[in-house]
């Protein structure tokens, strides 16, 4: 039965001690706060938090409903909320990841599952149509489709190592889907990442290059709130977005070989490489780890451009970027995001 004297609320997030009060809410009923939430609604009896619900950009989390509680619509309350609240802000497009056990409750309230990592996770979203619009959208860019491969880049800013790494793949298929991570988390914008790949492999026939949205690498692909163990976050991460790729992209395109570039520096890009090694041949999609290209003795990386920025050494960047690259840099776009990583 509904219960009136249940009060909705929003949390003062810049408030330490409400801050602490959600957590413990949330630890005891087995979930963690995620660190970039930017909005939380909460429902309380007296004083005692008994639901609550956040989001970061357009991907709803943190979503929990005390046991004594359960059974009286809370969810719903949490969820309708949330929704309304992301509305007025202009977002449309909403993504939900939860507990499997959780996902009829949700299909209850709008959302359609997008895929799931078995007893792990299941991603939903509120438009029974979304994933087969992005599809649609790669497909049209494509045209014919052909037997092909693919690589995933982030490419901030776009290297020679990027450059060679596109032009071996390449060589080694009929044609080559590049996926640009959207997540706007780089110093380089995602559309600028986006143009500079273009522009930077603009010399290769045999290239389709696509914007990876919420399906590629996303924040809707990558949850971690309800994930206790480091190893269990990097498996579910990559679980749930080669899924997506497997079941999804790759079938669409018929992509067959996906080409990733070593890693040897971040820990977590090197896991997300082994746990695609283990995951995608088993579904008829061979993994081809390709050896970075070097530098005085160094492997070509994004980072490595950046710390050289920061420190003012355009001539040593000239070394790491292509030409395309090197003229985004050195123009007024570009000048405003060499200030921004030389005020780090």
């Known amino acids: 039965m509904f219960m009136d004297h249940l009060q909705e609320s929003v949390l003062k997030l810049s408030s330490e001690k409400e801050k ?89 309230l709008g959302f359609y599952p997008v895929a799931e990592v078995r007893d792990k996770v299941v991603l939903m979203e509120n438009r029974p149509d979304g994933i087969k619009r992005y599809l649609d959208e790669i497909a049209a860019q494509t045209g014919t489709i052909v037997p092909s491969a693919a690589v995933v880049v982030n490419c901030n800013p776009f290297t020679i190592g990027h450059k060679y790494l596109l032009e071996y793949a390449a060589a080694r298929c009929e044609m080559l889907h590049v996926f640009v991570v959207w997540e706007d988390r780089s110093l380089f914008p995602a559309e600028v990442r986006y143009r500079l790949v273009r522009e930077g492999a603009a010399h290769i026939p045999n290239i389709s290059v696509h914007k990876g949205r919420d399906y590629i690498i996303s924040n809707a692909t990558f949850p971690s709130y309800f994930i206790k163990q480091y190893e269990d976050v990097v498996e579910i991460h990559a679980g749930l977005d080669l899924e997506i790729f497997s079941q999804y992209i790759a079938k669409r395109l018929d992509i067959r070989k996906r080409f990733v570039g070593e890693e040897p520096y971040c820990p977590v890009t090197a896991a997300y490489n082994r746990m695609m090694g283990r995951i995608l041949p088993p579904k008829g999609i061979e993994v081809e780890i390709v050896p970075r290209m070097a530098s005085g003795g160094n492997a070509i990386s994004a980072s490595r451009v950046r710390e050289l920025i920061g420190r003012g050494d355009m001539d040593a960047v000239k070394e790491l970027v292509p030409e395309t690259t090197l003229h985004f840099l050195l123009s007024k776009e570009g000048e405003q995001i060499i200030k921004k990583i030389k005020a780090g």
């Not at 957590?23 to 963690?32: E, I």
């Not at 909005?39 to 309380?44: A, F, K, L, R």
């Not at 009896?45 to 359960?70: H, M």
């Open 20 to 108: 602490e009060k959600l957590k413990a809410f949330l630890n005891g009923q087995g979930l963690s706060m995620d660190k970039d939430i930017e909005y939380t609604m909460i429902i309380t009896d007296s004083d005692r938090i008994v639901a609550s619900g956040s989001f970061s950009d357009r991907v709803l989390k943190c979503i929990a409903v005390d046991n004594e509680y359960k059974g009286q619509g809370l969810s719903a309350r949490v969820i309708t909320h949330l929704v309304n609240e992301q509305y007025a802000r202009g977002r449309t497009h909403l993504f939900i990841y939860t507990k499997p056990e959780n996902r009829r409750i949700f299909s209850e």
